[in-house]
């Protein structure tokens, strides 16, 4: 169980084997921070950074070095309409970095939303040795909200034979079908497509370790065609507890009810008050979470494509037993029958001996240490169960649906270089005129994520193009920004997100552009460069320096300056040359535009020159 203020933890399992380095990482959301995603390879690149868990006012250089280098190793899978967008920073623009990495996608049951919270993770050997792999099953997004959580780390390596491991096919076969549930506009490329495959086949040859205290492993895919399960039942056993934030009449009547005695179920007060009093009697004790153990979060139900405030609790754990034997399943779906008919959801279930993860023994109260039991509080089922608020919810329904209609509708953007070379003018077809339901007042307006509201353009209906005159280039996004506000009598429902489209014309100095609007001035070059020079990546810094970039100076640039460099340069060149073909992108980079030459030192060049000589061989191919 992970406390709401350890979203480092998560940091933290994305460390690489030793001996390895990570090839790609696949990742599953319902909601997408850009900014969480954004920091995302700092765990990646700067593997003993302790610069405290990814924040949203993370140093721009940091996440510079760090996308550029894994930006393109990460491939993550959302549900459409439900990318959140991000509050206009300093680092904004370096989402450009990460346009290629996001896919929008959509349950192929219609009325289903895609709700996974799954990472896998491959890993190459940086000499000899199998491929090796990581499976991370979270019941929390990819965002920065704080929630009582659960994660499930498997490591494993792929083994050599024939016929597949069958408890691996679940989860390699949905590996397999994302790609094909990501809407037209936004499919991921050839390149993409490969590597995905590889991974689904190595997924079904991999032998992941268990556990301690675990005997047995399955994976749970819902929502997706799929061929034999290793397990045919997911409650093939009495349930001894349920932790669920969202509950529903109909879930615990078919699924437990029948075979469910003396269990406990902990869950959001809201949820309960909703449930039936007959219903919750299935339970002999029913808690929440202690109002001094909540903390308010942005997340989502999963029947709802629509943002709430919820409170802390947002775990998602069953525990049954069976004579010694107990099973714990935990990850993405709520006790919800939509999570179990028509979401696309994801799950880890681990079996072992009842005394060892037991339903007493989760829920047990240690002598001189806090648990989970002492976050709970008793809860008095209601006599009559709060009545949904119909017009609130037909609201919400409408919104999901035109949420989804605009996803559809928007086709691509077409980006024309204005005659100053500088800005560039940007038009948004559409696949045909908006259609917008009179019958519900409704308001929409967009803009790309860089630019402030004062930007936005309305959407009126038979729009079929959108367009703004003159855009930095630095400013140019695929991120655009939709809002849509719809009013009833008695209720109102405003709703925010991005929508990633495919751009066509972009400039080629964008990239170049952007770096020197992160950098401004040598000082901050010459900084980053001790950063790619002082990447703890493979031993680069002393692990016991903590705060990598406060120990990287910031002096006026001179030349005790470069001839510190130099020194670091040279010990690169010998020890790890990988980081001299980072800089030579860099230097590259700047030189595409006037602005960033203006960047490099007046004497960078005679320092840098030698350098560069000696990591091409004579033939003027880089050494391996």
Not at 256 to 282: M, W, Y
Not at 447 to 465: A, F, S, W
Not at 561 to 589: C, F, H, T, Y
Not at 602 to 613: C, K
Request: with cysteine; glycine share 6%; proline share 5%.
């Amino acid at each position: 169980m992970l406390r709401p203020t350890e979203r480092k933890h998560f940091f933290e399992l994305l460390r690489h084997p030793e001996g390895y380095e990570l090839n790609f990482a696949i990742g599953t959301t319902f909601s997408l921070d850009l900014t969480t995603l954004l920091t995302l390879p700092i765990g990646f690149a700067f593997l003993d950074y302790e610069g405290n868990e990814a924040n949203e006012n993370q140093d721009p250089l940091l996440i510079l070095e760090s996308v550029k280098q894994f930006s393109n190793k990460i491939a993550v899978f959302c549900q459409t309409g439900q990318i959140h967008v991000p509050a206009p920073r300093q680092h904004r623009i370096l989402n450009a970095y990460i346009e290629n990495s996001v896919f929008q996608v959509q349950a192929p049951i219609m009325g289903g939303v895609f709700h996974p919270k799954v990472w896998i993770l491959r890993f190459e050997p940086q000499e000899t040795g199998p491929i090796k792999y990581r499976v991370i099953c979270l019941s929390r997004n990819l965002t920065f909200d704080k929630s009582w959580d659960t994660e499930v780390m498997l490591d494993g390596e792929v083994i050599e034979r024939s016929n597949a491991f069958g408890v691996c096919r679940p989860l390699s076969e949905f590996v397999a079908k994302l790609p094909e549930i990501a809407i037209n506009n936004n499919k991921p490329s050839k390149q993409i497509l490969k590597i995905i495959s590889t991974i689904s086949n190595e997924l079904l040859v991999t032998q992941f370790e268990l556990p301690d205290g675990f005997d047995e492993l399955y994976f749970w895919s819902l929502g997706l065609e799929s061929g034999k399960k290793a397990k045919s039942n997911l409650f093939e056993w009495p349930v001894k507890a349920v932790v669920s934030p969202f509950l529903c009449d109909g879930f615990i009547n078919r699924y437990i009810k029948e075979q469910t005695k003396n269990a406990i179920l902990v869950s959001r007060r809201d949820s309960l008050d909703a449930v039936n009093k007959e219903t919750l009697s299935t339970f002999e004790k029913i808690f929440t979470l202690d109002d001094g153990a909540s903390e308010i979060e942005q997340e989502e139900e999963a029947e709802k494509e629509i943002q709430n405030e919820l409170t802390g609790l947002h775990a998602k754990i069953f525990i049954m037993e069976n004579g010694w034997n107990a099973s714990i399943v935990t990850g993405s779906a709520n006790a919800t029958m939509a999570a179990f008919t028509k979401n696309v959801e994801f799950m880890v279930e681990l079996i072992g001996k009842k005394s060892r993860c037991g339903a007493d023994l989760f829920l047990a109260n240690i002598k001189g240490e806090t648990t989970f039991a002492d976050m709970l509080t008793s809860y008095t089922p209601q006599e009559k169960p709060v009545a949904e608020n119909s017009e609130k919810r037909m609201l919400e329904d409408k919104m999901t649906k035109f949420c989804r209609y605009i996803a559809e509708n928007v086709r691509n953007g077409k980006v024309t270089l204005n005659e100053d070379g500088k800005t560039v003018a940007l038009s948004i077809s559409c696949n045909s005129p908006f259609k917008i339901d009179t019958k519900v007042p409704t308001n929409i307006a967009c803009r790309p994520i860089t630019l402030t509201n004062v930007h936005e353009k309305n959407i009126l209906p038979n729009t079929d193009k959108i367009s703004w005159d003159s855009i930095s280039i630095e400013a140019l996004t695929a991120f655009i920004a939709f809002k849509i506000e719809m009013k009833t009598a008695n209720e109102s429902l405003t709703h925010e997100f991005a929508l990633r489209i495919s751009l066509e014309g972009i400039p080629e100095d964008r990239f170049s552009r952007i770096t020197s609007a992160i950098l401004q001035n040598r000082d901050e070059f010459i900084r980053l460069l001790m950063l790619i020079l002082g990447n703890p990546l493979d031993g680069g810094q002393d692990p016991g320096d903590s705060d990598i970039l406060d120990s990287i100076p910031r002096p006026a640039y001179g030349a005790n300056v470069l001839n510190g460099l130099l020194e670091m340069l040279l010990i690169a060149i010998s020890r790890d040359p990988k980081r001299i073909d980072r800089i030579e992108e860099l230097v590259a980079d700047l030189k595409m535009t006037e602005e960033g030459k203006k960047l490099l030192p007046e004497s960078f060049e005679t320092i840098w020159n030698p350098i560069i000589e000696v990591r091409k061989g004579r033939n003027g191919s880089k050494y391996q």
